[in-house]
Structure formats: structure tokens, C-alpha cells
């Protein structure tokens, strides 16, 4: 089942934070974050293991709750180029299979 | 070189084409990945090849082929498509490594449009 992303859109205005939610039903072995803009590819953010170990970009943070099966993406002082749909992407056991969450647009204003 | 490259970008073709996509990585990643996005909505894994070995098949119809002739390239071959199998086709690769993050690198897409 795919995992849950809330908010569906968001709106900010330039300088901004905001906090993307990921959840998912099953036992996690790690979440990635992603962001898309409209017609290009998604980006890698984020990535967070079960077991504490992080690695993503200096201006984004994230956290993952693995007893409660759950991610947050971090993002402070927005700036325009933000703007794009996120995913999460979770992992349930090795293998490398990745099942993106249901995204969140997210639109910064200046 | 830490791109992903797809052809072609654009792709229209009819009910009883046969035509191929392809994908490139050169950064040493041994797994690769076919996914497909349709509007507005996450991308869905397809495939899933580790070492050149097709290690994940998600019950894709049998009209998408994948091929995978060596660690640098990634084909899907198609036929007999249906018109709802237009989509933006996804490829990306990832490390696959003990003791590496394994985080994937996506590569611009091939938009799919099947009359």
C-alpha cells in the first residue's frame, strides 16, 4: 500500500517554513525524499535509514520515526526554487524497491 | 558524470508499434530501475534490475520488455501498447552496495503517448 504524504498542496510566501508528512503502514527500512518540478525529474533530497543514519542536501532535514512507521521533511526560510511536488519514497526491506508516497505540492510566492 | 540520460524524449506511436526506450548512467551504479509516472501521481516501479540481473518484476504486462546488456545501459522494449499505457517513463540507477545510501538518480524521462 502506498504510503500517505500529508499536506496534499501547500501554499508559502517566500522566507517561509513548512513540514511535509509521510506515513506508512508497514515496518520501514529507510524513506527517501524527492522533490519534482512540473516535467522534469524527480531530485534526490533526503535519504533516512532504520537505525539512525541520514545523508541528504545542507538545507533540508528530515526525521524518521520507525515505530511509528513515519517521515517528516524539514524545509526553513523557503525560497522560490522550493516549489515542486514531493514525494516520499519508502522501502520496506532490501531489495531496492521503493514505493513513492501520494506527493504534496508545494508553491512558494514571493 | 552523475546524469542519468534517456531517448528518446518524446515517443508517439500506434497500437502495433514496436519501439524501444533507452537509458544510460556512467556513474558505476549497479542497480537500474524503470518507473512510470502518470499525470499528477508518484512514479510506480516497473523493474528493477541488480548486476545486470532482472531482480524485480511488478507484475508488468508482458507488451513492456526490459533489457539490460550491460551495467552502463538499460532498454524497454515495446509492443502492442494500449492507449493507457501513455505515461512519462522514469529511469534511474543506484549504488547498490552494502555499507551505501543507495539513494537513485533519475533521468529526464521518455513521454509516452500511444494512439
Known amino acids: 500500500q502506498q504510503p500517505v504524504q500529508s499536506p496534499q498542496a501547500v501554499i508559502l510566501r517566500e522566507g517561509e517554513d513548512a513540514v511535509i508528512n509521510c506515513s506508512s503502514s508497514?515496518?520501514?527500512?529507510?524513506v527517501h525524499w524527492y522533490r519534482q518540478k512540473h516535467g522534469e525529474a524527480p531530485v534526490f533530497l533526503m535519504i533516512?535509514?532504520?537505525?539512525?543514519e541520514q545523508k541528504g542536501h545542507e538545507k533540508i532535514s528530515a526525521s524518521f520515526n520507525e515505530k511509528k512507521q513515519q517521515s517528516s521533511l524539514y524545509l526553513t526560510a523557503s525560497q522560490l526554487s522550493y516549489s515542486g511536488t514531493y514525494f516520499c519514497g519508502t522501502e520496506t526491506g532490501g531489495g531496492n524497491k521503493l514505493t513513492f508516497g501520494t506527493g504534496t505540492q508545494l508553491k512558494v510566492e514571493l | 558524470d552523475t546524469e542519468v540520460t534517456q531517448t528518446p524524449k518524446h515517443l508517439v506511436m500506434g497500437m502495433t508499434n514496436k519501439k524501444s526506450l533507452k537509458c544510460e548512467q556512467h556513474m558505476g551504479h549497479r542497480a537500474m530501475y524503470w518507473y512510470k509516472q502518470k499525470a499528477k501521481k508518484p512514479p510506480e516501479l516497473m523493474f528493477v534490475y541488480s548486476y545486470e540481473k532482472l531482480s524485480i518484476n511488478e507484475s508488468v504486462p508482458s507488451r513492456f520488455s526490459p533489457e539490460c546488456p550491460n551495467s552502463s545501459l538499460l532498454n524497454l522494449h515495446l509492443h502492442a501498447l494500449q492507449p493507457e499505457d501513455s505515461a512519462l517513463y522514469l529511469c534511474?540507477?543506484?549504488?547498490?552496495?552494502?555499507?551505501?545510501?543507495?539513494?537513485?538518480?533519475f533521468g529526464p524521462g521518455t513521454r509516452l503517448t500511444v494512439l
Open positions: 508497514k515496518a520501514l527500512y529507510s
Open positions: 534511474a540507477s543506484s549504488q547498490n552496495e552494502q555499507g551505501t545510501y543507495n539513494e537513485q538518480f
Open positions: 533516512l535509514l532504520k537505525g539512525g
